[in-house]
């Protein structure tokens, strides 16, 4: 059975480029665009694994808060989650090390490097 990978990713073009090499990898990719929406479908399909980009749309809540409220929900909470930007600030970074979560910044990896990170939390390798 595939693992189920969710993309919380707003960027059209980057978010079907990741899905499609996640797909030949032989995971099953569920995409969101926003933040209430991804944590909506994480608490419904309950992924293997959460790919989450900081910058999104909604005005209330950007990839870190959200990362605080799957870690805060009893359904959410034990489902790995990398976090996946470009934005990158001290304060980002002591949030993924607060709920022990790995950051990855899309600038400086391959798709292949995200699904070497992808097997490696998901204990694949």
């Known amino acids: 059975m595939a693992k189920k990978i969710l993309l919380i990713e707003d960027e059209k073009i980057l978010a079907e480029m990741y899905e499609e090499r996640l797909e030949r990898e032989g995971f099953e990719v569920i995409r969101s665009v926003d933040a209430e929406g991804g944590f909506a479908i994480a608490k419904e399909e309950k992924p293997d694994l959460i790919i989450l980009d900081i910058i999104l749309p909604d005005a209330d809540m950007d990839g870190t808060d959200l990362l605080k409220k ?56």
Request: aromatic share 8%; proline share 4%.
């Open 70 to 125: 799957f870690k805060e929900d009893k359904d959410t909470k034990d489902i790995p989650v990398i976090l996946f930007s470009n934005y990158d600030t001290p304060e980002v970074r002591a949030i993924a090390k607060k709920y022990n979560t790995r950051y990855i910044l899309k600038a400086s990896v391959t798709t292949k490097d995200l699904v070497e990170a992808i097997k490696k939390e998901l204990k694949m390798d």
